[in-house]
T-cell receptor, first 111, second 111 residues
């Protein structure tokens, strides 16, 4: 089992460009999450999907959109990237109330 | 709003020492508490999960405790090794399964 996979691993964008971060899990989990990690701020929740077909905002949703494509896949889209979105992005999955598993992260730089 | 604090922010110990990492939280209405390890430039590895009805969990040299009434959790590492050097993160599980993270304790174990 691969667990939680994320693509790409690294990305550099210019301000105003768009991109989609991909996440997939093979553990048959219902819930999936997107977090960002910034120095001095810790990890913060962007969006989550408690089950296929549902998505909800987390603590820092502005500037992002998400799609729960199916039970396995949960993508995060930046429509118009800004330097403030320079961060490390982590995808995670779990069954509700049970241990959460994280992907390896995507390191995004917005110039 | 739930706030999670980890003290100390950094800790350096000689190899072989037993140590305790602390995590405190402001709202005792939690579903679970999870401890993670993060190596530099890497993702998060789950170490231990404690359900809100439990008091402690053990895995190998690691023991985590939970005291909801005082808003505290501790991670005890026995006989520390240089390979234990990493950042340790405490995270509280909410009703939707999302995690609220502390900023972590950076541990360095000197040979």
């Amino acid at each position: 089992n691969a667990g939680v996979t994320q693509t790409p691993k690294f990305q550099v964008l210019k301000t105003g460009q768009s991109m989609t971060l991909q996440c997939a899990q093979d553990m048959n989990h219902n819930s999936m999450y997107w977090y960002r990690q910034d120095p001095g701020m810790g990890l913060r929740l962007i969006y989550y999907s408690a089950s296929e077909g549902t998505t909800d905002k987390g603590e820092v949703p502005n500037g992002y959109n998400v799609s729960r494509l199916n039970k396995r896949e949960f993508s995060l889209r930046l429509e118009s990237a800004a330097p403030s979105q320079t961060s490390v992005y982590f995808c995670a999955s779990s069954e509700q109330g049970i241990e959460q598993f994280f992907g390896p992260g995507t390191r995004l730089t917005v110039l | 709003k739930q706030e999670v604090t980890q003290i100390p922010a950094a800790l350096s110990v000689p190899e072989g020492e037993n140590l305790v990492l602390n995590c405190s939280f402001t709202d005792s209405a939690i579903y679970n508490l999870q401890w993670f390890r993060q190596d530099p430039g890497k993702g998060l590895t789950s170490l231990l999960l404690i359900q809100s009805s439990q008091r402690e969990q053990t895995s190998g040299r690691l023991n985590a405790s939970l005291d909801k009434s005082s808003g505290r959790s501790t991670l005890y590492i026995a006989a520390s090794q240089p390979g234990d050097s990493a950042t340790y993160l405490c995270a509280l599980g909410g009703s939707q399964g999302n995690l609220i993270f502390g900023k972590g304790t950076k541990l360095s174990v000197k040979p």
